[in-house]
């Protein structure tokens, strides 16, 4: 958000339309030429036309809310937290997707009992103590600070992701959208 605000500074004149879709949905609006830049999160399965661009790493960790303070007094194995409510994104996300391979890797299979559109969801719903789930840690960061939620340690190590900014090599990017872009690839 920062790097917008700066760009938005330096390019008061341009209208910027933000939209919140799962990573299907927004490569497609991208191929189509809806829209300029897509920012999602790996894994990705894309086609050699689009252009990738990795920006920042980031790692999800295991919340839960005041009710679930037991199992924050030691690390867990997946196994052990299994049958608590877990709250997850939409199955038809990227996200869901990762973290049903995840389960998967740990030989387990993933039942989500709260399905939420998007990320921004699933800390309130677990402030309420409707169940644990996965967010990027420093999303959570002021949250656990404020002890709303608190960390489930696990043994296993959950795969690192990637924030990507994905444009489509068969379209050129405007001047000003390739500054954007540009700003926004300064984050590694």
């Known amino acids: 958000m920062e790097k917008l605000k700066i760009f938005q500074e330096q390019y008061p004149q341009v209208k910027l339309n933000i939209f919140n879709c799962n990573t299907t949905q927004t490569l497609s609006e991208l191929k189509a030429g809806k ?33 679930y303070e037991e199992y924050g007094e030691r690390k867990m194995f997946l196994s052990e937290v299994v049958k608590l409510p877990l709250i997850t994104m939409s199955s038809t996300t990227t996200t869901f997707g990762f973290l049903q391979e995840f389960y998967r890797s740990c030989g387990l299979t993933m039942q989500s009992a709260i399905e939420v559109a998007t990320m921004d969801l699933i800390i309130p719903v677990i402030r309420k103590n409707l169940g644990i789930g996965f967010v990027p840690e420093e999303f959570a960061g ?10 489930i340690k696990l043994h296993e190590q959950i ?10 090599s068969n379209r ?3 001047t000003v959208a390739e500054e954007l872009q540009s700003m ?5």
């Open 172 to 174: 050129p990017l405007s």
């Open 142 to 151: 002021p949250f656990l600070e404020a002890k709303d939620i608190m960390e």
């Open 35 to 67: 829209i300029d830049l897509a920012i999602i999160t790996t894994p990705i399965d894309y086609e050699q036309r689009l252009k990738v661009v990795e920006v920042k790493s980031f790692k999800s960790i295991l919340v839960g809310g005041r009710m």
């Open 184 to 188: 926004l690839e300064c984050q590694k």
């Open 159 to 168: 795969p690192e992701r990637k924030i990507c900014i994905v444009s489509d």
